[in-house]
């Protein structure tokens, strides 16, 4: 399997641009989860999703920041507008489920606001 | 009170000896408990979970967890230069999979 994938691996954007990072969980994954890590926070969860459902949204820092998972293998998140405390790496990771509870996490994406 | 607590380091060990790797936790409710590795410019890789209260073994690693006190380690024998990276505790609660991490540990191997 080739594991969590994310992109892009580096985005640099401008303050109050729209800026959409992609998942792609490990197959036959049911829960998909976004991190944040920044060095003054470390790596806190956004929100995570089971079957395509989100779970637990309570992470996502305010009204800008949205995620969607409109199939089992594929999901976003999305910031806009952008600003430059966004500036993060931000992880995606997926988890079987079934009594497992492994996460495996993607590359992450460094996005960088300007 | 920060919800999962690591002193950041960095914690400094020579080769061959044994590092220690310390973690509270606030959640008297919490049920998984897990040690993550991270090199630097990569993400968290697990390599240890530990349910229940006592020791788990797994080659040169062994975690120990206490629920009375809150308190979740990590110990790694014969430490290689190759160990050295920030080592992340994470606590999940119970019923679900919200999982908290702790700020990590840097550690430093030296040969």
């Known amino acids: 399997d080739a594991g969590v994938i994310q992109s892009p691996r580096h985005e640099v954007t401008e303050m109050g641009q729209e800026v959409t990072l992609r998942c792609k969980p490990i197959?036959?994954?049911?829960?998909l989860f976004w991190y944040r890590q920044t060095m003054m926070r470390g790596l806190e969860l956004l929100i995570y999703f089971n079957n395509n459902v989100p779970i637990d949204d309570s992470g996502m820092p305010e009204d800008r920041f949205s995620a969607k998972m409109p199939n089992a293998s594929f999901s976003t998140l999305k910031i806009q507008p952008s600003e430059p405390r966004d500036s993060a790496v931000y992880f995606c990771?997926?988890?079987?489920?079934?009594?497992?509870?492994?996460?495996?996490f993607g590359p992450g994406t460094r996005l960088t606001v300007l | 009170q920060k919800e999962v607590e690591q002193n950041s380091g960095p914690l400094s060990v020579p080769e061959g000896a044994i590092a220690s790797l310390n973690c509270t936790y606030s959640d008297r409710g919490s049920q998984s408990f897990f040690w993550y590795r991270q090199y630097s410019g990569k993400s968290p890789e697990l390599i240890m979970s530990?349910?229940?209260?006592g020791d788990k073994e797994d080659g040169r690693f062994t975690a120990q967890l206490n629920k009375a006190s809150q308190y979740v380690s990590l110990l790694i024998r014969d430490s290689q230069p190759s160990d050295s990276a920030t080592y992340l505790c994470?606590?999940?609660?119970?019923?679900?999979?919200?999982?908290?991490f702790g700020a990590g540990t840097r550690l430093f191997v030296k040969a």
């Open positions: 197959s036959g994954h049911d829960y």
């Open positions: 990771a997926s988890l079987t489920g079934g009594g497992a509870d492994e996460q495996f």
């Open positions: 994470a606590v999940t609660p119970t019923g679900g999979f919200k999982t908290i």
């Open positions: 530990i349910y229940s209260n």
